[in-house]
């Protein structure tokens, strides 16, 4: 039989596993809120109106902790990298796109797809800036078979 990963092998690997635990539901936490504070100030960017000043001190603590726990590597570009063995890697890898992309020249052309229950953002990047659809793939060509369907009065 393999070698147990779970560090209950001993005394001291199972005294610590509550706090392994503790901790990684307190990171899981800790994205979640990100996301949903992510998500309320994107929605009020794409609609003009301003971001609640409670998301947005969450993004900020979030890009602090994350700029506290990253070093500057210059590979290229400078860029803020973190340890991939922690498990917070990612909410801070978020944390800093999002204070990037919100804080950037890219911010007014962030949008929300049309597409029925869908909610999703993206980058517009067309010349006239018109997008609808997160992909033409899915919500887009669900919205032109809608169309077609509605057009012809239901059928086919």
Known sequence: ????????????????WPWVLQHHVLVGVLALRLRDALTATLEA?????????DDLAILAAAVA?????????????????WSPAEL????????????????GPSAPRIGECDG???????????KRGNRRWCT???????????????RRGGAG
């Open 116 to 126: 029925p229950g869908c909610g999703w953002f993206f980058l517009d990047r067309t």
């Open 88 to 103: 917070a890697s990612v909410r801070h890898t978020v944390a800093d796109a999002a204070y990037e992309l919100l804080g």
């Open 136 to 150: 033409m793939r899915d919500c887009g060509q669900q919205a032109k078979t809608a169309g077609r369907r509605a």
């Open 1 to 16: 039989m393999p070698p147990s990963r779970d560090g209950l092998t001993d005394a001291r690997g199972r005294t610590r």
């Open 45 to 53: 960017q794409v609609t003009g109106r301003r971001p609640d000043p």
């Open 65 to 81: 902790e994350a700029h506290a726990a990253g070093a500057l590597a210059l590979d290229g570009s400078l860029r803020w990298r």
